[in-house]
């Protein structure tokens, strides 16, 4: 095998390729732009393109693909490749202007009725920060993607804009501060990714995990997660060689994996790499998604990255780290050894605080899915009010400055480990809150309520332009201060008196938190049809225009696609019940009866005083509950059909999840109670003890 330091990035065209392939004066231009954001040139452009296709075409391409990240959830590529027509051959060319725009049809990707098919057209546009990459053949660039009139149509734009503004607004308060070195600032996100590995051959068997990515049916295994042997446990060999060749895989796309291990549910994984940039950090993740599946099907695996694939065990999430640094070098969020008297951490905690209370709205809305919807609240993921955990020594700063009275820092605590080989090592100053969806956790925040199929340029875009925007408050209460310090100290106070509700470092998962959450008057919003009636709220309009992210009808059109998604999918889930009930279930319990009955009979024709109890008894439970199953089937239908018949998008996505999805519910705890009944040989689908506990 290829040693590591040498694998790793071998498959980007990173900084040290272009070092090495561009000329000076283009590798410095692109560098400026890459850096500084500054424009590119079309001449700069060209030269690029030319090695880019040069060092893909040695490495086996024939390809470029143009890669983006539509509103559909998933990524686009559409793949060209370098020929051209030379005499009677053709010759392999990949020029600047190729490489700067792509113009796919726009038409079938969703746009929230921005744009309608006869203006099909659309543009991706190289994003020349985050590197080129190579992998089956093709050179990937990632790109962003706007219609032909310019409206954005991705998540990548918003966030790149987003991560401008923050770095703008952060500058100035910074230069304010005397900290003129600084040129720029950038968010830096550490996304830990959890997954489900299941076998490929019992995946199959199930129609459910297959168009749904969920189990519809499935009545509970006799063991789940209550042994807590699975969290940290020793990894599997087959999970274990899969998990290798992941992580192979990553590092040659320049993605920094560090973190593997079992999750609390069995059958479940964790990834977690380095932080890079948000932007970055958004690709790699969205990449390292897509490999994850791809990697599972060679070793006869299926990797589900939906956020609840099973009922009764814990389903997935991902938590995005997050942080802010200078161009310096600094982490703006690090509290350093006196936080008392940083008056630059104070400013930026309390506009992080400031931001997550006012629009808390907005991280809600962002984390939302019909996915996720099954895990915030239910007592395995951070409930669905947003509130922020600081840790015993930072809330203690803040009571005491809101108190108004002094602080005195107590250090860094050391443990002592009481044996004699063991090391003695200073304890952190946070603890960990697994329960708060927004815990500080020593120089970072953990914005821990995203569901694991999210893509994390949405969160993250909405945390940039939230915190820019108080960051721009904040600036113009203290650009004309005469006592700067004593301004700001002010200033400080003030935010965390006026927003302290959203602090709160207690568990997250008591009934007492959800009614003193709803005294403190947080929201406590339970599902995205909900969630997102609060979308175009006045405040959250002005928040994206204000700060030039989106336009309202931009985000008008966003807040359409969410929500016609939404009822899309819960739509499929409904139908695929229905067709798992009429198609198998039904039949198969008829089957299981009547083979019943038949054995019923034989015992009796062999002699009149053998007992049939059993058989009778489960004649009759199962044929009460398969009457009661069929009704529900129907009504399930009928559900269905009221909810298509909606006009409104916003009061559709309400009824799929009243009526629909409620309907559903019922419908599956019949199914489960009578597959606890039925025989396993006449049951139409591998049973959750395979499925969890069968690689
Ligand atoms: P914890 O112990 O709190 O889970 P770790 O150090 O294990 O923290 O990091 C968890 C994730 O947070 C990793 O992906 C890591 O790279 C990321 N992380 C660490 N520092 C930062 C930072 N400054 N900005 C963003 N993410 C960070
Ligand atoms: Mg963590």
Redesign the pocket.
Known sequence: MTKVPELFGSRVFNDQVMKERLPGTTYKALKKTIENGEALDISVANVVANAMKDWAVEQGCTHFTHWFQPMTGVTAEKHDSFIQPNGDGVIMEFSGKELIKGEPDASSFPSGGIRATFEARGYTTWDPTSPAFVRDGSLYIPTAFCSYTGEILDKKTPLLRSMERLSTEAVKILHLLGKTEVTRVAT?????QEYFLIDKELYDQRVDLKLTGRTLFGAKAPKGQELEDHYFGSIKTRVAAYMKELDEELWSLGI?A??KHNEVAPSQHEL????STSNIATDHNELTMEIMKKVAEKHGLVCLLHEKPFKGVNGSGK?N???I?TNTGE?L?SPGKHPESNTQFLLFLSAVVKAVDEYQDLLRITVASAGNDHRLGANEAPPAIISMYLGDDLDALVQSIIRGDSYESHGRERMHTGVEVLADFKK?NSD?NRTSPFAF????F?FRALGSSLNIACPNYMLNTMVADELSQFYEALKDAQDLETAARELVRDTLVAHQRIIFNGDNYSDEWVAEAQRRGLLNMKSLPEAFSHFLDRKNVDLFVRNSICTEQELRARCEIELETYAKQIRIEALTMVDMAQKNITPAVTAYVSALADAALSKKALSETIPVNVELNLIRSLSGKQERFVALTEELQDAIAGAAAIEDSQEKAMAYREKVFEKMEELREVGDSMEEEMSEEYWPYPPYTDLLFGV
């Open positions: 830096t996100v550490g996304p830990e920094l560090k973190t977690a790499p380095i932080f938590h780290n997050w942080s640094s982490n969020l952190d960990r956790t020593g120089n970072k953990e």
